[in-house]
């Protein structure tokens, strides 16, 4: 079992950047495929990115290709989200999730673990 505690959300204004963290519990770490996800207000859970266990694989979401970066540091059990250049529409609770390597992908249902979620809210 792995617990999740993310942290670096707040507000921003539209093109400037925050970087989110996701502190993970346990020695296995290494083990478990990452990823972010978001729930915009009123509406669903979103994927936003993910990563593999060795951190040598992404994936991303078409709406934050080429402004946001999921990374990894598994000396750390912390995986990382940058994002640049914010537009309003990024706006939501930010989820960090947790899946064993032998799983994972885009939906919300596929990974098993997550933490509470730190609120982004980017300003025009």
């Known amino acids: 079992q792995v617990q999740l505690g993310e942290s670096g959300g707040g507000l921003v204004q539209a093109g400037g950047s925050l970087r989110l963290s996701c502190a993970a519990s346990g020695r296995t770490f290494s083990s478990y495929n990452m990823g972010w996800f978001r729930q915009p207000p009123g509406k669903e859970r979103e994927f936003v990115a993910t990563i593999n266990w060795s951190g040598r694989s992404t994936y991303y979401a078409d709406s934050v290709k080429g402004r946001f970066t999921i990374a990894r540091d598994n000396a750390k059990n912390t995986v990382y989200l940058q994002m640049n250049s914010l537009k309003p529409e990024d706006t939501a609770v930010y989820y960090c999730?947790?899946?064993?390597?032998?799983?994972?992908?885009?939906?919300?249902?596929?990974?098993?673990?997550w933490g509470q979620g730190p609120q982004v809210t980017v300003s025009s």
């Open positions: 999730e947790a899946v064993p390597h032998t799983s994972g992908g885009t939906q919300p249902g596929d990974y098993d673990y």
